[in-house]
């Protein structure tokens, strides 16, 4: 594989398992390529978050009817 893929400088890269998510951003290019972590995520800092940033308030759909 003599052939090396060009990473966009300032990538944003994620690295997730069942626990976190950790953010990295890519700075270089090729051989001298290096990663700075921007945010680390949990469980914990999602709780409040929706896909939209934020979560709608619980709404009972039983009194809708």
């Not at 972590?37 to 914990?44: A, I, N, Q």
């Amino acid at each position: 594989m003599s052939d090396i893929t060009s990473i966009p400088q300032q990538t944003l890269v994620v690295v997730a398992d069942g626990h976190q998510a950790i953010l990295l951003r890519t700075h270089g290019v090729k051989d001298s390529l290096s990663l700075t972590e921007e945010r680390r995520l949990t469980p914990k800092n999602l709780a409040e978050e929706g896909p939209s940033g934020s979560r709608p308030e619980e709404r009972d759909t039983t009194s809708d009817r």
